[in-house]
């Protein structure tokens, strides 16, 4: 590794608290939410998914963390080989993790990871959130 580009990487450490969770697969943000002559509301579902979410974090007893920064990794199992763009999940992911309490606002989160896993039949997310040690400064990006 070259130590040039190493001064330039943030430098993150995590103190602790790390939670992992795995989730259904989230709805697409095309289907989550939906606009009528009145704003945009929530689908139907959108409603349920936050709701499954929901259970699976209170019956899991998982972490709060407030408003700590955060870090998120998050792998996405399709439920088929059909194109969809990993990015079109992550709102409604962060919106159901925030709804059960596991932070209080998505803006927290400084740092997110998301990857394409194996294709899995219904489909799966795993998340893992940390908190963060400090702010990135000077990402080298």
């Not at 998982?62 to 763009?85: E, P, Q, W, Y």
């Not at 209080?104 to 997310?125: A, S, T």
Request: aromatic letters at 6%; a positive charge; charged letters at 25%.
């Amino acid at each position: 590794m070259n130590p040039a580009t190493t001064r330039t990487r943030a430098r993150v450490s995590f103190p602790g608290l790390t939670q992992s969770i795995q989730l259904p697969l989230p709805p697409s943000v095309n289907t989550y939410w939906r606009k009528s002559p009145h704003g945009m509301y929530i689908t139907q579902q959108g409603k349920d998914f936050r709701k499954q979410v929901a259970e699976i974090v209170a019956d899991r007893q998982c972490l709060k963390f407030g408003t700590s920064r955060l870090f998120m990794a998050v792998r996405l199992c399709m439920r088929d080989k059909r194109g969809s763009d990993l990015d079109n999940r992550l709102k409604a992911l962060c919106d159901a993790l925030e709804h059960a309490g596991v932070f209080d606002d998505d803006e927290q989160i400084d740092e997110l990871c998301i990857v394409r896993g194996p294709i899995v039949k219904g489909g799966q997310c795993y998340v893992v959130i940390s908190e963060r040690a400090e702010t990135p400064e000077g990402v080298g990006l």
